[in-house]
C-alpha cells in the first residue's frame, strides 16, 4: 500500500515562500510519477505540477515561473518550492503517485492511484 505524507503548509504573506514535502513509501518517489494537486474552498480539485522518469516535469500555466517541483529519490520525497505566493494560491494542497502508465503531462486526476491527506496553504494579501 502506497502512503503518503504532506508538510510544509502554513500561513505566509503575498509574495513570500513555503516548500512542500511528500514522504513517500519506500520506492514510489523514484519508480512512480508524483504530482501536486490543490483545492481551493468550493472549487474543483486542480494540476499544480508533475515529475516522472529521470526528470520530466510538467506545471499548470497558473505556477509556471513561480513554483517548481523536484524528487529526491534517496529520501523517497518530492518537493513543491513555492516563490511569489498570491492569494488565489490558497488551498488544500494534495500530493498524489501514478501507477505504471503512460502519459505525457500527468495533469488528470484519474492518472493518479494514491493521495495523501493534504496540507493547508494560506496566502494572506
Known amino acids: 500500500q502506497v502512503q503518503l505524507v504532506e508538510s510544509g503548509g502554513g500561513l505566509v504573506q503575498a509574495g513570500g515562500s513555503l516548500r512542500l514535502s511528500c514522504a513517500a513509501s519506500?520506492?514510489?518517489?523514484?519508480?512512480?510519477?508524483m504530482g501536486w494537486f490543490r483545492q481551493a474552498l468550493g472549487k474543483e480539485r486542480e494540476f499544480v505540477a508533475a515529475?516522472?522518469?529521470?526528470?520530466?516535469?510538467y506545471l499548470a500555466d497558473s505556477v509556471k515561473g513561480r513554483f517548481t517541483i523536484s524528487r529526491d529519490s534517496a529520501k523517497n520525497t518530492v518537493y513543491l518550492q513555492m516563490n511569489s505566493l498570491k492569494s488565489e494560491d490558497t488551498a488544500v494542497y494534495y500530493c498524489?503517485?501514478?501507477?505504471?502508465?503512460?502519459?505525457?503531462?500527468?495533469?488528470?486526476?484519474?492518472?493518479?492511484?494514491?493521495w495523501g491527506q493534504g496540507t493547508q496553504v494560506t496566502v494572506s494579501s
Open positions: 498524489a503517485a501514478a501507477g505504471p502508465k503512460y502519459s505525457t503531462t500527468y495533469s488528470h486526476r484519474e492518472e493518479y492511484d494514491y
Open positions: 519506500e520506492r514510489t518517489a523514484r519508480t512512480y510519477a
Open positions: 515529475v516522472w522518469s529521470s526528470s520530466s516535469v
